[in-house]
C-alpha cells in the first residue's frame, strides 16, 4: 500500500483503429478481433477526490445528460472493482470531463474506466502494479487495457490482448463526429446479418490478423502508406446502419485527406492528413460544411496521473 491522496487529476486518451479485422463470433459472444490501436490526444479528463461515498458526475464540451451515473457507468463499476480487489472501504467524489465522443467508436467510455482505475488506485492509495490494473481492466471492457497502456498496440482475441507495435510518429488525424451514437453490439450485429446475406460471395472467415503493411507503415512513420492500408471491417456494418457517413467520408477524402476510415463500431470518422497543414486545412473544409471536427496527433501514451 502506499500514501492515500486528498484528491488525483488523471488524463487517458480516445483512440483510433487504424485497422480492424473481425472474425467470427467467440462462445462468450464477443467476436475474435484483431485489430491495431492508436491513442491519440483527445483525452478524457478525471477528478477524484476522497469522500465517504462513491458519487459521479459529467461535465464537457459534449453533451452528457444521457449517461448513466449508477453502477451501469464503468467508472462506478471500476471503483466497485477495485474496492472488492482491495477491501477498500472509503470512497470518491468523481468528475469527468468529457472530449470523446458518446458511443462514437473512439473508446470513450473505456478511457474513463482506464481513468477510474489509474485515479482511485493513487488516491486510495492501493499500490496496485500495471499487470494487475491490466487484469482489472479486462474484466470492464475489451478496450480498457488499451486505455491504460495508450501508444501504438495490436489487440486480439476481444481486443483485449495487447502486444506493443512500433509508431514512428507523429499522424495527424482530423475526427468528424457525427450524431446520434452507434451502439457497438448493434454494429456487430449488422456486420453478422451483411456476412450472412452475402455468404455465397464472401470467402470463409479464419482467425483475423493485422496485416503486415500495416505494421510496416507504422513502423516508418509513413502516413501516406498508413492511409493505404487503413481498413475496419466494422465499416460497411457502420454505413448500413448510417448511409450518410459514406458522403462524409468522399468529403473528407476530397478536401486533401489522405484517406478516411470509420472508427471502431462508428460512427466518428478518422481522417488521416499528411502534416499539420494538411490536418488545418482539412478542418477548416469540414468545419465550413457544418460538421462538427477535431485535430488530434498520435500515438500518445495511456492513462496518467497528471498535476
Same mark, same amino acid.
Given at each position: ?5 486528498? /484528491? ?10 487504424? /485497422? ?5 463470433p467467440?462462445?462468450?459472444? &464477443?467476436?475474435?478481433?484483431?485489430? *491495431? &490501436?492508436q491513442?491519440?490526444? @483527445? &483525452? ?6 476522497? +469522500? ?14 444521457? @449517461? ?9 463499476? %471500476? ?12 470512497? *470518491?467524489?468523481?468528475?469527468v470531463?468529457?472530449?470523446? =465522443?458518446? %458511443? ?7 478511457a474513463?474506466?482506464? %481513468? ?17 490494473? @491490466?487484469e482489472?481492466? %479486462?474484466?470492464l471492457?475489451?478496450?480498457?487495457p ?10 486480439t482475441?476481444?481486443g483485449?490482448r495487447?502486444? =506493443?507495435?512500433? *509508431? ?8 468528424? @463526429?457525427?450524431?446520434?451514437g452507434?451502439?457497438? =453490439?448493434?454494429?456487430y ?5 451483411h456476412?450472412?446475406?452475402? *455468404?455465397a460471395d464472401? =470467402? ?5 490478423q493485422? !496485416?503486415a +503493411?500495416?505494421?510496416?507503415?507504422l513502423?516508418?512513420? !509513413?502516413?501516406?502508406a498508413l492511409?493505404?492500408a ?16 459514406? !458522403? ?7 478536401n ?6 470509420? /472508427?471502431g463500431?462508428?460512427p ?6 499528411? !502534416?499539420?497543414?494538411?490536418a ?6 469540414? /468545419? ?10 498520435g ?9
Open positions: 500500500m502506499s500514501a492515500a491522496l486528498r /484528491s488525483v487529476q488523471v488524463r487517458a486518451p480516445g483512440k483510433v483503429n487504424v /485497422s480492424m479485422r473481425v472474425g467470427a467467440m462462445a462468450d459472444g &464477443y467476436h475474435d478481433v484483431a485489430t *491495431a &490501436y491513442a491519440v490526444s @483527445l &483525452y478524457e479528463e478525471l477528478r477524484a477526490e476522497a +469522500d465517504d461515498e462513491l458519487s459521479l458526475t459529467f461535465s464537457g464540451p459534449i453533451g452528457t445528460g444521457a @449517461l448513466p451515473v449508477d453502477r451501469t457507468n464503468l467508472v462506478i463499476r %471500476a471503483a466497485h472493482l477495485l474496492q472488492a480487489r482491495s477491501g477498500h472501504r472509503g470512497g *470518491a467524489r468523481i468528475q470531463v468529457k472530449r470523446v =465522443p458518446i %458511443a462514437g467508436g473512439m473508446g470513450g467510455g473505456s474513463d474506466a482506464a %481513468a477510474a482505475l489509474v485515479g482511485l488506485d493513487a488516491l486510495w492509495g492501493l499500490g496496485l502494479g500495471r499487470d494487475e490494473l @491490466l482489472l481492466g %479486462a474484466e471492457g475489451a478496450d480498457v488499451f486505455a491504460l497502456t495508450g501508444g501504438t498496440a495490436i489487440g482475441g476481444r483485449d495487447l502486444s =506493443p507495435a512500433l *509508431a514512428k510518429g507523429p499522424f495527424h488525424w482530423v475526427i468528424a @463526429l457525427s450524431e446520434p452507434l451502439s457497438t =453490439p448493434l454494429v450485429g449488422a456486420l453478422d446479418e456476412r450472412e446475406r452475402h *455468404a464472401l =470467402p470463409a472467415l479464419s482467425a483475423p493485422v !496485416d +503493411d500495416v505494421l510496416q507503415a513502423r516508418s512513420g !509513413d502516413p501516406a492511409a493505404e487503413l481498413h475496419n471491417d466494422l465499416q460497411v456494418a457502420a454505413l448500413h446502419l448510417r448511409p450518410e457517413l459514406a !458522403d462524409l467520408l468522399e468529403l473528407g477524402e476530397g486533401g485527406a489522405l484517406a478516411g476510415v470509420v /472508427s463500431s462508428g466518428t470518422i478518422a481522417f488521416l492528413a499528411a !502534416d499539420l497543414d494538411a488545418l486545412s482539412l478542418q477548416i473544409a469540414l /468545419s465550413a460544411a457544418r460538421h462538427t471536427v477535431l485535430r488530434a496527433t500515438p500518445v501514451p495511456g492513462a496518467r496521473v497528471v498535476g
